[in-house]
Every structure is written in C-alpha cells, then in structure tokens.
C-alpha cells in the first residue's frame, strides 16, 4: 500500500469519478484505475461500485475512507514538521479562483511564491464562489479567491480585496439609460441578465431583492462578468454587476446606481484558520500583491 495509492482513492471517492480524479492528481484515468487495482488487491475487497456512471464507494470503501484521509493528513503533518525546522516548504498548494478571474495580483503572487518555495506543487481550480468556500472549508482548496456578500465567510479567514456596491448596466437607447440611479422595483420591471447562483454578485442581488420585497426576472445568467456585459450591450436585459465590471464596459453601457442594494459585493482571498506553512506563506504573497495593485 502506498500514500499516492490512497491519494488517488480519496480522490475518486471524493469526485465520484475517475476521469475528474485523474484530472484533479495529474496522472492519465488508466494510471488512477490501476493504482486503485493495486490498492484494492492489497487489501482484499473492492472499494468501489463501477456498475454505474458515477464511481460510489461499496462498504468496505466507505470503511476506508476516513482511514485513509487520515493517513494521508499525518504524512503531510510529518512533511510540514520537518520543512519547518529545516525552512524549507514542499508539498502542494490548491488554489481556487472564480470562473474567468482576471484579477492579475493573483497570478502576481502565485508567481512571486513558486519563486521562493519551488519545491511546492501549485495547481489551480475554477468554481463558482459558493463551491469554492465549501472545498476551502474541507480542506480540498487551500485558499481562493472569491465573491462573497460578508466581510467573513463562516468558518474562513478573509482578506477583503474589493467591496464595492452593484450596479446596473444599460446599453444607450434603453428605457433606462437616461436614468442616474433606479431601485430594485423598477429593476424587477425589465429582464435582468446577472451571475448565477453560488456566485458573490447573485448572492448580494438576491438578499437585496428578498429585503426589498421584490423578485427580479432574471432572463440570462452568465459566469463571467464580460458575458454578462456582452449580453446587456446587444440588448437582451439589464446587466447586474459590480461597479468596477460596469466601469470596464463604459463605452457602451451606461452604469446606474441601486439606491436599496445597500450592501456591498466584496471579492475576498479566504482560507481555514487551521493551515500550514505553504498557506501561511501564498497569503503573505497576496498581501503584498494586492497591496502594490495592478501592474
């Protein structure tokens, strides 16, 4: 039995498929299956039901399961120790971001720190910003950069990189562009176009809109904000969006103000409070990114 045999179990197990496992451990599926093969004919009882399209676990996998996250926690506990008196840090840093992040201090800082800690593995994973907490929660992301509507999501520790208030975004000739603010009931008028739920952006019109007592028709969710500019500029709905996301679009919608959508959209690097020195060192890097800006 060895650790990256129970790495790739706890993979699979966890993605419920082989093909996303292989993708998320960067070895070919046939290189993941073999490996569980091994692993399984080592301890005499298969781990999974194959029968069905998503890989579940049989009962003596379900067995194993907390087994082997377990060991795999303590290998990784052995390797932090000895980095930490040597100095030196290895190991691997999963790092989440939103889908189509452009947020280029990011990358700044990733880049700053495979400079400094090279022997760290760094891999990156796109969600959207509801998915991304909950595996930095679990501890299947090791930080990440997401939308949320509260300074600090529950049970994260958070630095606050943008909070600014939504907008909506118009095209020229549209009933309402001649307008320099409107409420959420003269939004809930027209067909919104808006991020889709699990994203920061939603997450922040929605509790606007329940506060409000108003149910905008959201016609068009895009993940990306530029999709969703591009959507408002060719006239299929008002775009709902961040100040600074309107702003990149000024030559061709017009940005007006949501008078009751009081609370900010925030974008924010969270990570658990319990984590290692490889976390502890990305985060001092994002700090100093984003505190110098945009290159």
Known sequence: MELRQLEYFVAVAEEQSFTRAAERVHISQSGVSAQIRQLERALGAELFDRSARAATLTVAGK???DHARATLASAAAVRQAVGEVTGLIRGR??????VGCTVTPLFDALAAFH????????????DNSERLADAVR???????????ATAAPEGLEALTIVSEPLVAAVPAGHPLAGRGRLAL???????????????????????????????????L??????????????GLGVAVLSASMAAAHADRLTALAIEDATEPALLALVWRPAHGPAVREAVRACRRAFAAGPA
């Open 221 to 234: 969710e895009a993940g990306a904000a530029d999709a969703v500019a591009d959507l408002a500029a060719r």
């Open 185 to 219: 009931a003269d939004l809930a008028e027209h067909a919104v176009i808006c991020m889709p739920r699990g994203t920061g952006i939603r997450t922040v019109l929605d509790g606007a809109s329940a506060a409000a007592g108003v149910r905008p028709a959201i016609a």
């Open 138 to 148: 679990s501890g299947t992301v090791d930080l990440a950069l997401v939308g949320t």
């Open 63 to 65: 067995a194993a399961l």
């Open 93 to 98: 840093l999963t790092v989440g971001m939103v």
């Open 115 to 126: 400079r400094a800690h090279p022997g760290v593995e760094i891999t990156l994973q796109e």
